[in-house]
């Protein structure tokens, strides 16, 4: 039976992958609402910030690992095995979160045993939202394996649309949610069933890369020993975080990783993956890692004119999930690398006039051309690779996602949160006085190195004695992040030279033109 006619293409399983991600979306925004919202999560169990931090940060690490790890073994156990692992991974999530509101309602004092079910609980969803991202971006690459990059925009739209739906939906149920915060855990459930149901019969095709004959070892060997010390080095770095181990085990666990991977597959990779896997680090961190700025420049005018800052979030995933279903006619004219640099044009725009805007109209038309930028960013780099790549298969196409993942909370995070710091001091230098900075000042180390930040306890002892002055340097520092994103401009700036070398060499090439493996997946 056919599985891959691109006359026919199998719309049911296409529109299922699709739910499956928009379950990912409503999973991420109901729990970054739980764990935001000093009302939830952190009333209910005591959490500080850094406990809620941590929460958060566990349903998102084991989402990047299990992307790439389930790529290597997906081929041999299956697209529907995946697919019912993940919705098992949802319903163990629900099942453990319940169960911590359960331990806290027997005894308030159990705080520890009830937040180490939902630790655990967002773990499990974080290998989950993986799993899906697993199979439905290869299942998605075969079944339009000779328009990838139209397709998985579109398919991608389900993320910024599950945001938009499931923001709507989390707004409109206001106080059931505050008066209990388990019908946040309930919504998950709405689309996770309609996609079970929709793929649990479904035929899903056999991958391009199996379909051709492309051996295991040949796809390894597309990704090889380059894509594998990037992946290894951002998955065993995060590990490390984790679970607190120590640089020589870390290290140790890297290189075994890497030599047993480069003694198996005997290849250093293809050159146009491993510079895409370099190039994705800075687009991750554009497009994911300044969006937590943008959202609370624009949260703090939001709440001037009495609307909830939720409704930033919203607007800027609507942006995206319209402009996604439209990205097919948009590169039938320019060509993928086309898009990519023309994304990271609007991107440096965007970024430069967001941090300049000072009204509320100038921010929104500052944010909507930086939505603009930041749209077609991932799911035309998984076609771009998918395109050049194919005999990588679905390991190549979303090791690039995890990398892009990873990096963000390795690197990315770390280096916009040092970029606001230095742009903060300049601020309080400038403004109030060196002085004054050195006596609010801390000193940190981060994965580059050192640095230098504000210290809130200190601004708060300086307020005992100088009201004044503390008030002068908290100002600074706020207008700061906004002065911040202008500085943050140079990750696409830097992607944009990328892609224009990419163009020029293609050009030199005969142009860009996708592979094609010339076998169809049946």
């Not at 027997?106 to 991202?133: F, Q, R």
């Not at 181990?245 to 993956?273: D, E, K, N, Q």
């Not at 030279?497 to 990419?502: D, F, P, Q, R, V």
Request: charged letters at 15%.
């Amino acid at each position: 039976m056919s599985h891959a006619d691109p006359e026919k293409p199998n719309m049911a399983l296409f529109w299922g992958c699709f739910i499956a991600l928009i379950t990912t979306a409503f999973a991420f925004i109901t729990r970054a609402f739980l764990v935001n919202d000093p009302t939830l999560w952190p009333k209910a169990f005591g959490l500080d910030q850094v406990q809620a931090q941590q929460l958060f940060g566990a349903g998102i690490w084991p989402f990047a690992i299990s992307i790439i790890v389930f790529s290597l073994i997906i081929d041999r156990i299956g697209y529907k095995t995946a697919m019912w692992f993940s919705f098992i991974c949802y319903a163990l999530y629900a099942t453990l979160a319940l169960k911590a509101h359960g331990v806290i309602q027997a005894n308030p004092d159990a705080k520890k045993e009830a937040y180490n079910l939902l630790y655990w609980g967002s773990i499990i969803l974080g290998l989950g939202n993986g799993t899906v991202e697993a199979y439905i971006n290869p299942v998605v690459a075969t079944i339009f394996h000779r328009n990838k990059t139209k397709w998985l925009n579109i398919l991608h739209a389900g993320w910024p649309g599950g945001l938009v739906i499931g923001g709507l939906i989390t707004l409109a149920l206001g106080e059931k949610a505050h008066s209990d915060w388990r019908v946040l855990v309930y919504v998950i459930a709405i689309p996770a069933v309609i996609y079970v149901v929709m793929l649990a019969k479904a035929a899903f095709p056999v991958n391009e890369r199996v379909a051709s004959g492309t051996s295991y070892r040949e796809m390894l060997a597309e990704f090889g020993i380059l894509g594998a010390a990037i992946a290894s080095y951002l998955i065993t770095a995060q590990l490390a975080q984790v679970f607190a181990w120590t640089p020589v085990v870390m290290w140790s666990v890297f290189a075994v990783a890497v030599v047993a991977f480069g003694a198996y597959c005997r290849s250093l990779g293809r050159g146009i993956l491993f510079f895409l896997c370099l190039v994705m680090i800075p687009l991750a961190t554009t497009e994911l890692g300044t969006d937590g700025a943008i959202s609370g420049i624009m949260e703090e005018r939001m709440k001037e004119i009495g609307a909830h800052g939720l409704w930033v979030l919203i607007y800027t995933s609507a942006i995206m999930m319209v402009l996604r279903f439209f990205a097919g006619s948009i590169i039938n004219r320019i060509s993928p690398l086309g898009l990519l640099a023309m994304s990271a044009v609007l991107a440096v725009v965007g970024l430069l006039a967001l941090s300049k805007a000072s009204s509320l109209a100038a921010i929104f038309i500052a944010a909507t051309v930086y939505g603009f930028g930041k749209t077609f960013f991932w799911p035309t780099t998984l076609g771009v690779v998918s395109e050049q790549t194919p005999k990588g298969g679905a390991l190549t196409l979303n090791a690039i996602g995890g990398i892009g993942m990873l990096a963000v909370g390795i690197l990315g995070g770390p280096v916009i949160g040092a970029i606001t710091e230095k742009t903060a001091q300049a601020a309080i230098e400038e403004k109030v006085s060196a002085e004054a900075y050195a006596s609010v000042a801390k000193d940190g180390k981060y994965i580059l190195g050192s640095y230098q930040a504000v210290d809130a306890d200190k601004v708060a002892e300086l307020a005992k004695t100088d009201e004044a002055a503390a008030t002068k340097i908290s100002e600074a520092r706020k207008s700061a992040n906004q002065s911040a994103l202008g500085r943050i401009a140079m990750f696409p700036i830097f992607m944009l030279a990328c892609y224009i070398g990419l163009i020029l060499w293609f050009k030199a090439r005969g142009g860009y033109k996708p592979v094609n493996l010339g076998g169809s997946a049946h």
